[in-house]
C-alpha cells in the first residue's frame, strides 16, 4: 500500500463536476476523493476561478491521473441533442 500523501491532481467547483472526475479516474482503477476547501454550508455558491474542491490520488498514481484528465479535457465534445 502506499504510504506517502495523497497528491491533488485537480480543482473542480461543484460537487458535481468533483464526482464526475471521480467516476472518470475510478473507471481507470485510479482510487480517488475530493475534499472541499470551504464549507459548503457557509459558501454554497463558488465563485468564478475558486477550484476549491480538491481532488486527491495516490502518490504512485498520480502522473496517470493527470495524463487521463488532460486527455479527456483534449477530446471532449459538446453534446448534441436530438431535435424532435
Do not use: F
Not at 472526475?21 to 473507471?27: T, V
Amino acid at each position: 500500500m502506499d504510504k506517502a500523501e495523497p497528491v491533488v491532481v485537480a480543482r473542480a467547483y461543484t460537487d458535481s463536476e468533483a464526482s464526475v472526475i471521480k467516476s472518470l479516474l475510478g473507471s481507470y482503477n485510479i482510487p480517488c476523493h475530493y475534499a472541499s476547501e470551504l464549507p459548503s454550508r457557509l459558501y454554497p455558491v463558488a465563485a468564478e476561478g475558486s477550484g476549491r474542491i480538491k481532488i486527491l490520488v495516490p502518490a504512485s498514481l498520480a502522473q496517470e491521473a493527470k495524463l487521463i484528465l488532460e486527455e479527456h479535457r483534449r477530446h471532449q465534445t459538446p453534446i448534441k441533442l436530438v431535435e424532435d
